[in-house]
C-alpha cells in the first residue's frame, strides 16, 4: 500500500507564504511524483502545478511566478512553496502520485488565505 500524507497547511494572511509538503510511505518502489491540485468549495479539482521524472515543471496560469514545486527524491517527498497568496488561493490542496500507471492521491491539506 502507498500513503501519502499532506502538511504545511493553514491560515495565512494575503501577501504571506506557505509550504506543502507531501510525503510518500509504504510501497513506495517505483513510485514518482506528479503535481499538486486544489478544489475550492463548489468547484472542480483543478491543477496546479506538475512535475515530470525530468524535473520539468508546469504552472496554472494563476500560480506562474508565485508558486514552486520541487521534490526530494531521497526523502520521498513532494513540495509547493506558495507565496504572496492571494485569497482566491483558498482550497483543500492534494498532491498526486503515480506507480505502475496507477494514481495515488493524498487526502487533502486546506489552505485559507484571509486578512
Known amino acids: 500500500q502507498v500513503q501519502l500524507v499532506e502538511s504545511g497547511g493553514g491560515l495565512v494572511q494575503p501577501g504571506g507564504s506557505l509550504r506543502l509538503s507531501c510525503a510518500a510511505s509504504?510501497?513506495?518502489?517505483?513510485?514518482?511524483?506528479m503535481g499538486w491540485y486544489r478544489q475550492a468549495p463548489g468547484k472542480q479539482r483543478d491543477l496546479v502545478a506538475t512535475?515530470?521524472?525530468?524535473?520539468?515543471?508546469n504552472y496554472a496560469d494563476s500560480v506562474k511566478g508565485r508558486f514552486t514545486i520541487s521534490r526530494s527524491n531521497a526523502d520521498k517527498t513532494l513540495y509547493l512553496q506558495m507565496d504572496s497568496l492571494k485569497p482566491e488561493d483558498t482550497a483543500v490542496y492534494y498532491c498526486?502520485?503515480?506507480?505502475?500507471?496507477?494514481?495515488?492521491w493524498g487526502k487533502g491539506t486546506l489552505v485559507t488565505v484571509s486578512s
Open positions: 512535475i515530470t521524472s525530468g524535473g520539468t515543471t
Open positions: 509504504g510501497s513506495i518502489f517505483n513510485i514518482t511524483p
Open positions: 498526486r502520485w503515480t506507480k505502475l500507471g496507477l494514481d495515488y
